[in-house]
């Protein structure tokens, strides 16, 4: 992201001919660039999504699934230390893609990312490796949770009036693209790649975070009894992870990324919080540059519970 002291939004392409908005050019453009030539591995957990969408609840709960429900671990160890991020500006804190590439064989990668597949690395955009687990969440809470995040991050453009904001969500204007075109790509993709691509929904593990945590494991072909996956649930839900400092990135906002009086990273957790954001003007334009956006997509989303 900025690596100026006001962060400022541009398009860049990079060297697949890919166009995306980002801020920070010259960096950025650099590592997405080096992200592109990322060697894959057969053992790669990857969790991707659009930003704000429940990486961090998801990256904690198959953290967890993969390692036994190890949460004495799990709560003494930043989640930045347990997975590496592939985009990683070098200024941020955390395992970056140098250390990803130089990762130690015998361990597994944990990964996330908020790419588009179209900029995840080459071997992974070409073939079916390892395990991606992506996480889609409503676009109007999405974009609420992405608003408030502009807000409170100094590395990210200040997102003016939500108005404004919600209009260049729509646009596709803002740092990782279109939230449609991100979701939708990932969507398609998984269809073909069952064994190792898994879409979850952020409405259903509000709704039943049991049961999703099951049909992950599953997917990544972990054996959990029963009260493993109750420790799972209870450990990763929003009361819970928000004082949990190992995830909560309590430590951005000590070292002054994150300013925590304007809004937390862990802010509310809900689905439906966009009832309190958007106008009935908006909410109706919304409705339909969404009817139109995804007329022909089959994925469908809970707005409310
Ligand atoms: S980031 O910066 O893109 O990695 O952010 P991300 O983790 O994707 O999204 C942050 C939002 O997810 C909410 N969150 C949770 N919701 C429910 N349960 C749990 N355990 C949980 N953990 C994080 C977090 O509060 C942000 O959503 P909002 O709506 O802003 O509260």
Redesign the pocket.
């Known amino acids: 992201m900025g690596e100026s002291a006001v962060p400022v939004l541009r398009e860049e392409t990079m060297s697949n001919g890919f166009t995306i908005p980002i801020t920070g050019a010259e960096k950025t453009r650099e590592v997405l660039n080096e992200v592109l030539k990322m060697r894959t591995r057969h053992d790669d957990v990857i969790v991707a ?1 659009y ?7 998801l990256q904690e709960t198959v953290w967890l699934i993969c390692n036994n429900a190890d949460t004495t671990f799990a709560k003494k160890t930043l989640l930045g230390d347990r997975y590496g991020w592939m985009e990683k500006s070098p200024s941020l804190p955390g395992i970056g893609l140098e250390e990803l590439n130089t990762w130690p064989r015998e361990q597994t990668r944990f990964i996330k990312t ?1 790419l588009p597949f179209q900029l995840l690395p080459n071997e992974l955009q070409n073939e079916a490796v390892g395990k991606l687990i992506y996480v889609a969440r409503n676009p109007k ?1 999405n974009c ?2 992405f608003y ?2 502009h807000r409170m991050n100094k590395r990210l453009p200040d997102p003016g009036p939500f108005g404004g904001f919600l209009g260049r969500f729509t646009q596709g204007n803002l740092i990782f693209g279109s939230w449609f075109e991100h979701v939708d790509k990932y969507w398609q993709m998984s269809r073909n790649r069952e064994r190792s691509m898994y879409f979850v929904l952020y409405e259903n593990m ?1 709704k039943n975070s049991k049961n999703e945590i099951r049909k992950l494991a599953n997917f990544l072909e972990k054996d959990l009894s029963d009260s493993q996956i109750d420790i799972i649930a209870n450990h ?3 009361d819970n ?1 928000k004082d949990n400092d190992s995830v909560n990135y309590s430590s951005l906002v000590a070292n002054g990324v994150f300013d925590a009086s304007i809004s937390k ?6 689905v439906g ?1 966009w009832k309190n954001h958007f106008t009935v003007s908006q909410n109706e334009e919304f409705d339909d540059w969404y009817r139109k956006t995804t007329a022909d997509s089959t994925l469908a989303f809970d707005f409310v519970l």
């Open positions: 999504t930003p704000k969408a429940g990486t961090t609840w908020h809470d609420v949770s408030h995040f509000k990763c839900a929003f992870m990273f862990m802010r509310k957790g809900q919080d």
